[in-house]
């Protein structure tokens, strides 16, 4: 694997030991916020949504989703329904498996979740794709295509894990479990996302609000994928091949974009998902 060069901090100045260390902790902060940002998302979703259905009121659905529910349409309320229950749970079940502790601890639990989390990852990601195509969603096409190759990379990253899994291959089964964790957390990243563009603009930018529709959506629906990947694999090549300076740059930059997460996850928590409940 090729190795990071960079002049951001010159190798004399900062030690191996120190640079693998600050690279460590940048990387469990990172997904500490994350964590506690996708619990939040997903106990919104659960009170919002489950909420709603308990209380014998599904319509409420489309206060925050157009066409969530249709009446009528019990297939297509039932994918929807579906789809929202099954990101609760994998959100809470992808958290788990990527904590050492769990996967140290409970090995058994570990493979079981992990066969469970891939499973309802494909079948969310094959509900979403039908909701975008066959019942329609906000958006335009741009984003629709954005989506949907977000759910095609589910797909692929989930065969990939099981696939290294089963061959025992431990190393290219995490780098392909961590790939999954981050795209299925795509449609998280696009509502942090946007809610952090909201926050620093003071308002819309790039978009139009009523239509959902604007140049600065369309790049979210595919960076909200592809951003994560790309510094999941600047991470990669510094922790495995890095020098000490490519090590501190890279635990800098994604201290930085652990701020820019965090306050997308505040901005998201006041605008977004508390007043709604």
């Known amino acids: 694997m090729s190795t990071i ?9 900062v030690g191996p030991q120190a640079a693998s260390t600050a690279l460590k902790a940048s990387a469990t902060l990172w997904f500490a916020v994350a964590v506690a940002g996708q619990l939040l998302f997903a106990w919104y979703v659960a009170a919002l949504y489950g909420g709603a259905v308990v209380r014998g009121d599904p319509a409420r659905w489309n206060s925050v989703a157009p066409h969530a529910h249709v009446p009528g349409d019990t297939a297509g309320n039932a994918a929807f329904g579906l789809h929202m229950l099954l990101a609760v749970i994998i959100t809470v079940g992808g958290a788990l498996q990527l904590i050492p502790q769990v996967r140290r601890r409970a090995p058994r639990f570990h493979r079981w979740n992990g066969r469970i989390y891939v499973l309802l990852a494909a079948v969310a990601s094959v509900t979403g794709l039908y909701m975008v195509w066959a019942r329609g969603t ?5 984003q629709h295509i954005g989506v949907s190759a977000n759910g095609v990379l589910i797909l692929l990253c989930g065969a990939m894990a099981v696939h290294h899994a089963r061959a025992r291959d431990v190393a290219r089964h995490r780098r392909w479990a961590l790939r999954l964790f981050l795209v299925v957390s795509g449609v998280w990243f696009f509502r942090v996302g946007l809610m952090f563009w ?4 003071q308002g819309p930018a790039g978009f139009d609000p009523r239509a959902f529709t604007g140049p600065f959506l369309t790049f979210l629906s595919f960076a909200q994928f592809l951003l994560p990947l790309a510094v999941l694999q600047l991470y990669l090549r510094a922790r495995d091949g890095g020098g000490a300076a490519a090590r501190i740059a890279m635990a800098a930059g994604l201290t930085m974009l652990t701020a820019a997460m965090g306050l997308g996850i505040f901005a998201a928590s006041a605008i977004m998902w508390l007043p709604r409940l």
């Open 5 to 13: 060069q960079t002049q951001a901090v010159p190798q004399y100045l």
């Open 138 to 142: 906000v958006g335009d096409l741009s």
């Open 198 to 201: 909201i926050f620093v603009n």
